[in-house]
Protein backbone atom coordinates (compact mmCIF):
# COMPACT_ATOMS: atom_id res chain seq x y z
CA UNK A 1 0.00 0.00 0.00
CA UNK A 2 1.59 3.60 -0.85
CA UNK A 3 1.66 5.58 1.80
CA UNK A 4 1.51 9.64 1.58
CA UNK A 5 2.03 11.89 4.44
CA UNK A 6 -0.76 14.82 4.20
CA UNK A 7 1.05 18.46 5.95
CA UNK A 8 -1.79 20.47 6.88
CA UNK A 9 -2.39 23.22 9.58
CA UNK A 10 -6.40 22.98 8.59
CA UNK A 11 -8.42 20.31 9.67
CA UNK A 12 -10.92 20.38 7.22
CA UNK A 13 -8.52 19.96 3.95
CA UNK A 14 -6.95 17.57 6.50
CA UNK A 15 -10.12 15.49 7.11
CA UNK A 16 -11.04 15.88 3.18
CA UNK A 17 -7.72 14.97 1.49
CA UNK A 18 -7.14 11.88 4.08
CA UNK A 19 -10.96 10.49 2.75
CA UNK A 20 -9.63 11.04 -0.93
CA UNK A 21 -6.26 9.42 -0.56
CA UNK A 22 -7.67 6.79 1.61
CA UNK A 23 -10.58 5.85 -0.84
CA UNK A 24 -8.15 5.72 -3.44
CA UNK A 25 -5.68 3.00 -1.89
CA UNK A 26 -3.43 4.51 0.13
CA UNK A 27 -2.37 4.78 4.01
CA UNK A 28 -2.53 8.16 5.17
CA UNK A 29 -0.74 9.91 7.64
CA UNK A 30 -1.45 13.70 8.84
CA UNK A 31 0.93 16.68 10.31
CA UNK A 32 -0.08 19.59 11.34
CA UNK A 33 2.89 21.77 11.43
CA UNK A 34 6.67 21.30 9.79
CA UNK A 35 8.25 20.08 12.91
CA UNK A 36 5.32 17.23 13.55
CA UNK A 37 5.71 16.18 9.71
CA UNK A 38 9.79 16.12 10.20
CA UNK A 39 9.84 13.58 12.82
CA UNK A 40 6.75 11.88 10.51
CA UNK A 41 8.80 11.82 7.57
CA UNK A 42 12.04 10.35 9.73
CA UNK A 43 9.93 7.67 11.52
CA UNK A 44 7.82 6.42 8.59
CA UNK A 45 9.27 7.11 5.40
CA UNK A 46 6.26 7.57 2.72
CA UNK A 47 6.39 7.41 -0.37
CA UNK A 48 5.04 10.91 -1.10
CA UNK A 49 4.57 13.78 0.92
CA UNK A 50 2.09 16.89 0.77
CA UNK A 51 2.95 20.27 1.93
CA UNK A 52 1.44 23.20 2.68
CA UNK A 53 3.64 26.08 2.55
CA UNK A 54 2.46 28.56 5.66
CA UNK A 55 1.82 26.47 9.34
CA UNK A 56 2.76 26.85 12.59
CA UNK A 57 6.22 25.96 14.37
CA UNK A 58 8.01 25.22 10.83
CA UNK A 59 6.62 26.23 7.63
CA UNK A 60 6.47 24.46 4.14
CA UNK A 61 9.59 26.38 2.67
CA UNK A 62 11.93 25.41 5.72
CA UNK A 63 10.45 21.73 6.24
CA UNK A 64 11.58 21.37 2.02
CA UNK A 65 14.66 22.84 3.04
CA UNK A 66 15.80 20.58 5.64
CA UNK A 67 13.64 17.49 3.86
CA UNK A 68 15.77 18.11 0.85
CA UNK A 69 19.03 18.39 2.86
CA UNK A 70 18.74 14.82 4.33
CA UNK A 71 20.04 11.69 2.48
CA UNK A 72 17.78 9.72 4.04
CA UNK A 73 14.66 11.97 2.99
CA UNK A 74 15.50 13.91 -0.05
CA UNK A 75 14.54 11.32 -2.90
CA UNK A 76 10.72 11.64 -1.10
CA UNK A 77 8.86 13.43 -3.99
CA UNK A 78 6.98 16.44 -2.74
CA UNK A 79 3.95 18.27 -3.60
CA UNK A 80 3.12 21.49 -2.19
CA UNK A 81 0.02 22.00 -1.92
CA UNK A 82 -1.07 25.83 -1.08
CA UNK A 83 -3.68 28.65 -1.57
CA UNK A 84 -1.41 31.29 -1.05
CA UNK A 85 1.79 30.49 -3.48
CA UNK A 86 2.73 33.40 -5.52
CA UNK A 87 4.62 32.45 -8.72
CA UNK A 88 7.72 33.64 -7.02
CA UNK A 89 6.82 31.07 -4.05
CA UNK A 90 5.84 28.67 -6.46
CA UNK A 91 9.50 28.58 -8.49
CA UNK A 92 11.51 28.88 -5.46
CA UNK A 93 10.22 25.36 -4.05
CA UNK A 94 10.46 23.75 -7.66
CA UNK A 95 14.16 25.00 -7.45
CA UNK A 96 13.97 23.24 -4.02
CA UNK A 97 13.13 19.98 -5.57
CA UNK A 98 9.75 20.07 -5.34
CA UNK A 99 7.35 17.85 -7.65
CA UNK A 100 4.92 20.57 -8.55
CA UNK A 101 2.61 23.23 -6.57
CA UNK A 102 -0.90 22.60 -6.45
CA UNK A 103 -3.54 25.86 -5.29
CA UNK A 104 -6.14 24.26 -2.90
CA UNK A 105 -8.86 25.76 -4.23
CA UNK A 106 -8.04 25.33 -7.92
CA UNK A 107 -7.88 21.69 -7.57
CA UNK A 108 -10.30 19.18 -6.72
CA UNK A 109 -9.25 16.42 -4.25
CA UNK A 110 -9.44 14.13 -7.03
CA UNK A 111 -7.17 15.62 -9.21
CA UNK A 112 -4.42 15.83 -6.06
CA UNK A 113 -5.10 11.71 -5.92
CA UNK A 114 -4.08 11.79 -9.62
CA UNK A 115 -1.75 13.73 -9.63
CA UNK A 116 0.11 12.18 -6.70
CA UNK A 117 -0.74 8.59 -8.79
CA UNK A 118 1.14 10.29 -11.81
CA UNK A 119 4.14 11.33 -9.95
CA UNK A 120 4.56 8.10 -7.89
CA UNK A 121 4.31 6.13 -11.54
CA UNK A 122 7.23 8.08 -12.56
CA UNK A 123 8.83 7.89 -10.04
CA UNK A 124 8.51 3.85 -9.89
CA UNK A 125 9.92 3.62 -13.51
CA UNK A 126 12.93 5.86 -12.68
CA UNK A 127 13.97 3.63 -9.48
CA UNK A 128 13.81 0.48 -11.63
CA UNK A 129 16.72 1.79 -13.81
Do not use: W
Not at 39 to 68: E, R, T
Request: glycine share 4%; hydrophobic share 45%; net charge negative.
Amino acid sequence: MKKVLLVEDDLPYRKIYTLKFEASGYQVDTAADGLEALAKLKSNLPDIALVDLLMPKMDGFQLIDKVKKDPKLCKIPIVVLTNLATADDAQKVIREGVEDVLVKSNVEPNAIVARVDEILAMHAGSDKG
